[in-house]
């Protein structure tokens, strides 16, 4: 069974400053992906960014970046340069490679950048 | 690019009608299109996994005979709950995973259907 943990229920950060939010997952599996989505309060939910596991360099998109760790089951996303559009619920799904496709999500991380 | 629409944004309804709502890949064919349900300040929950041309799978404890799932097409998939409920009432998100061959393994998020059943 497949299982994400999010143990930061709510974060702030001012804004311009970076932020980390932390994910760690657990899975008997070799091949996945990970993702971090954004739900802002229009409940949208939008793809910050994706990560494939046999990939040992970390993905990027612009202001936001993570730190895969895969021995450690680890996923945190870093958001630097903190925007008062970032302010959402952010979500740590993983999803096998091969199978169902199904996303597995954490419980969210609500994140307020403060002006 | 990657845009998935829903249909209708919100609902209310009285007790004991049903409702369907729609999931469209605007841009993109999907085989496999997915619904959730998320409570109030909670996680998704995937309720079922919908497959173009045969029967979705469901979730343990999702009633299959409620939550009817119908993908017609490589485009478009719609959930009808029937004879709804007050608590049915929710806010219902469905996802498409593109063909293989575009950005795989990627679910694309529909922007959410808000039921109120009275």
């Known amino acids: 069974a497949q299982t994400v943990t999010q143990s930061q229920p709510e974060m702030s950060v001012q804004e311009a400053e970076t932020v980390t939010l932390s994910c760690t997952y657990d899975?008997?599996?070799?091949?996945?992906?990970l993702f971090w989505y954004k739900q802002p309060p229009s409940r949208q939910m939008i793809l910050v960014i994706r990560?494939?596991?046999?990939?040992?360099q970390n993905a990027t998109e612009n202001r936001f970046s993570v730190n895969f760790q895969k021995a450690a089951k680890s996923f945190s996303l870093k958001i630097s340069d903190s925007q008062l559009g970032d302010t959402a619920m952010y979500f740590c799904?993983?999803?096998?490679?091969?199978?169902?496709?199904?996303?597995?999500f954490g419980t969210g991380t609500r994140l307020t950048v403060i002006p | 690019g990657a845009v998935v629409s829903q249909h209708p944004s919100r609902v209310i309804c009285k007790s004991g009608t049903s409702v369907k709502i729609e999931c469209r890949s605007l841009?993109?064919?999907?085989?496999?299109m997915f619904w959730y349900r998320q409570f109030p300040k909670q996680s998704l929950m995937l309720m079922a996994t919908?497959?173009?041309?045969?029967?979705?799978?469901?979730e343990q404890g999702v009633e299959k005979d409620k939550f009817l799932i119908n993908h017609a097409s490589l485009t478009l998939s719609t959930l009808t709950v029937t004879s709804a409920h007050p608590e049915d009432s929710s806010f219902y998100i469905c996802?498409?995973?593109?063909?293989?061959?575009?950005?795989?393994?990627?679910?694309?998020f529909g922007p959410g259907t808000r039921l109120l059943v009275l």
């Open positions: 996802s498409a995973l593109p063909l293989p061959g575009g950005t795989q393994e990627t679910q694309y």
């Open positions: 899975t008997s599996e070799s091949n996945y992906y």
């Open positions: 990560q494939e596991a046999y990939k040992q």
């Open positions: 799904a993983f999803m096998v490679q091969t199978g169902a496709n199904n996303l597995f």
């Open positions: 841009d993109f064919q999907a085989t496999t």
């Open positions: 919908s497959n173009e041309g045969s029967k979705a799978t469901y």
